[in-house]
């Protein structure tokens, strides 16, 4: 099987991730339950790995990287963590449901007013609505930092800027770009950022978290066990046990952080080169293929690794099956979970075709790929 739906979950992940997990399997106990060498261990390991994950991510202090199970998590804690009732967010047409329903459900539960940034017929955002949208009663900008859908990516220096004058936090979800893409909170003006570990960083299933501005507080969204306090009736303060209730997966935090070893050694920025020559490659091909429609904004310099197309007017479900069955091609049909932006781009009807390519695929895939579009494309 080619795999090409890296969007969705890396399916090749380094061999040390593997190995890794199964080693953590045999000796780690409980992280932060115990003083024995398991426990001591997990302990450890975990700690580690926000050491990596802080350095990777330019977050300040590594005991402000806080383990969730994935990004929708993340994002769960840091939008019910920080807006209260009554609060006005922005957020943007690109967005992922694990941006929208949070904040949908706030808007109803707690009164939370929404500002949403349009987006055009290439999935670009207005930057402009942004300043006009953000004002001094936003508690919080919500974004995505590349769209799951077009791979378009969001300038967050820009966005932070214009939310931090008017006194409001910037949230991102790094789900499409984490590992794959450079990241520099400070940089970047971030204050949350939200990321998963099974996509780009190329770690196991059941991994993310968020990196947290040192200043900036998210009340609990869960309570519970935590190793510490365990008389007090109310969730310790300190990050990050104030957002870390219940067992960590430490298992899978020792495959992320053999992962972000291996991402360490090849260098980000030698991963974005090589996904955006494969994504260029299968691009310039399919876009010059008659009968192939390509959405997104290519002429950005940097973009996430994804192409997303549709097929005369066959419909996404069908031409996706098809590359299956008939070619060996993996990609991902449908709505993404990215509603809005199906709408902005006139696909809501029968959807799209995503391809997305990771540091592990070959131009080889990318050409049997381009053949398989063509010749369907043909009829």
Not at 31 to 40: E, F, K, Q, S, T
Not at 164 to 169: F, K, S
Not at 285 to 307: H, K, L, M, N, P
């Amino acid at each position: 099987m080619i795999y090409l739906d890296n969007a969705a979950t890396t399916l090749h992940k380094p061999p040390q991730v593997m190995d890794a997990v199964v080693r953590a399997m045999t000796a780690m106990g409980n992280a932060a339950r115990g003083a024995h060498g398991g426990a001591l261990e997990a302990s450890r390991a975990v700690y580690a790995a926000r050491v990596k994950l802080a350095k990777l991510f330019g977050c300040p202090r590594p005991d402000h990287v806080v383990f969730t199970a994935n990004s929708t998590e993340a994002l769960n804690l840091a939008i019910n963590g920080i807006l209260r009732p009554g609060d006005h967010a922005v957020t943007t047409d690109c967005e992922h449901n694990s941006v929208l329903r949070p904040l949908y459900r706030l808007e109803e539960e707690r009164g939370v007013t929404l500002g949403i940034v349009p987006a055009d017929r290439l999935g670009r955002v207005d930057y402009g609505a942004f300043e006009r949208l953000v004002g001094p009663q936003t508690r919080a900008v919500v974004c995505t930092h590349a769209s799951n859908l077009t791979g378009n990516v969001l300038d967050l220096a820009r966005i932070g800027g214009t939310a931090h004058r008017q006194g409001a936090l910037l949230v991102v979800d790094a789900s499409q770009t984490a590992g794959a893409i450079p990241i520099d909170m400070e940089a970047m003006h971030i204050d949350v950022l939200c990321f998963t570990g099974h996509k780009g960083l190329m770690g196991p299933q059941g991994t993310g978290g968020l990196c947290i501005r040192p200043g900036v507080e998210i009340a609990p969204w869960k309570v519970g066990g935590s190793g510490v306090h365990s008389y007090d009736r109310h969730q310790p303060q300190e990050y990050p046990t104030r957002l870390e209730a219940g067992t960590l997966n430490s298992h899978g935090i020792a495959g992320l952080s053999a992962a972000l070893d291996f991402i360490s050694e090849v260098g980000v920025a030698a991963i974005e080169e090589k996904e955006r020559a494969l994504m260029d490659r299968f691009y310039r091909a399919v876009s010059a293929t008659e009968g192939v429609t390509v959405y997104g904004d290519f002429s950005q310099a940097r973009r996430s690794a994804i192409v997303t197309l549709n097929i005369r007017d066959y419909d996404s479900a069908a031409v996706s099956d098809e590359l299956s069955e008939s070619y060996g091609i993996a990609t991902r049909p449908g709505a993404h979970c990215a509603p809005r932006m199906h709408e902005a781009l006139g696909t809501t009807d029968r959807g799209a075709v995503r391809f997305s390519f990771s540091w592990f695929n070959t131009e080889d895939e990318v050409d049997a790929a381009i053949r398989a579009v063509r010749e369907l494309a043909e009829g």
